[in-house]
């Protein structure tokens, strides 16, 4: 298949952010694929003006220089999303494909990507990884009601006009359902997990812990990705003053950016932690954070507590479970229920934090139960997860669709995980 794949936000291991549509696209090539990547250029001084074109693992990716930043406010970043969305209809037209694969956020993709479509009379399949526009009108970002109702459209006009859709989480799935789409030609594919590339490495681990003196072998609880006003990565401070005053030897180290980053470490140093048991990192490429899971006793994934955001498909998650690395939770939703029943970690969802630090404290010392979750993890990157398996799953669907047969989605990726 000659596959014309829209994504704004695309990121390859070298760069800092999630890398799906990277490690989907790659093994598409190796399978024979042919795969054309319409994607911007968001660092503030790009190598050229207007479209450029390089080779990434086979992946021939077509980049346009549009500036953006997880500290842009909303109305800009709309800004970014449409510029990019007009040009990339532009550019999406001009290449040749069997078929075009669009993956939000945001949802703008659809705005190339539909008219391109229809021009070249080849089918589209959409897919979905955060329901929007449900998450920016439930934190308040999308507050005016002509802008709520066109964004509702635009969510209802992008799912009808795909021949099937693709879903990160079984809850993403019923979203996309309630709009009226068939539920046979909504295909369940969550972030997976590298299982490769995130095998446990002493060797980096201890690189990673010999490299900061406030770490030595004491346990560390790690998060990585974005410091937004979603992702709550504030939570930690209060459970690290808790860890403290309880003379506690745990180490709480956050990696990333974003909008909340200096607000956050603010509060840490109001609170007495900063620097004592609490510490603040600059993002990593992805291919670095391999060593830092290695490093880490146990991880975590954050949010708000907000139903909208329980089916989300964190890559974090993944990460650690391909790391064998147990994870802590702090919401509620599908992944919760996950490390229920595999008990690969913490699900600390609306408990207060003493309770989590007093948790913390006792599992983060259980070198058996460390054990026993980090396997678990493992085991459930290898048995659910695994992202060769899920990449055939993808493909499988776009050769569905391809041959006209959209309603095959369900029966190739159900997305049961019980």
Known sequence: MKIIYLHQYFNTPKMSGG??????????????????MVTSYRESEAP???WFQTDEAGIQVYWYPVPYS???????????????????????????????????????IALPAVPASRKKKIPLIFEVRDLWPEMPVAVGALKNPLLRFVAHKLEHWAYHNSQAVIALSPGMKEGVVRTGFPADRVAVIPNSSDNTEFQFD??????????REWLGDKPLLVYTGTFGPT???????????????????????????????????????QAGVFGENFFIEEKLPK???PALLSAATMASALFIDLPEMRPNSANKFFDALASGTPIMLNYGGWMHDLVIANGCGLSMWQQSPENVAAE????????????????????????????????????NVLQAVKDRQPDKAVEIAPGDYS
């Open 70 to 108: 997880n500290h842009m406010g909303f109305f800009q970043r709309v800004k970014a999303f449409f510029a990019f969305a007009l040009a990339a209809r532009k550019k999406a037209v001009e290449l040749d494909g069997d078929l075009i694969f669009a993956t939000s956020t945001p949802l703008t």
């Open 19 to 36: 890398t799906r549509s990277y490690e989907m696209a790659r093994r598409m090539v190796a399978a024979g694929h042919e795969v054309h």
């Open 202 to 211: 002493a060797e980096a681990a201890s690189r990673f812990r010999a490299a």
């Open 360 to 395: 913390l404290d006792v599992k983060m010392h259980d070198s058996d139960w460390l054990e026993e979750a980090g396997r678990a993890a493992r085991q459930l990157a290898e048995k659910s997860f695994d992202r060769d398996k899920l990449a055939d799953q993808l493909m």
């Open 231 to 269: 992702n709550g990565v504030g939570y930690m401070v209060p459970i690290a003053q808790e860890l403290l005053a309880s003379n506690s030897d745990i180490r709480i180290l956050l990696v990333g950016d974003g909008a909340e980053k200096a607000k956050i470490k603010k509060q840490a140093k």
């Open 287 to 289: 291919r670095e954070i």
């Open 48 to 50: 050229k003006k207007g």
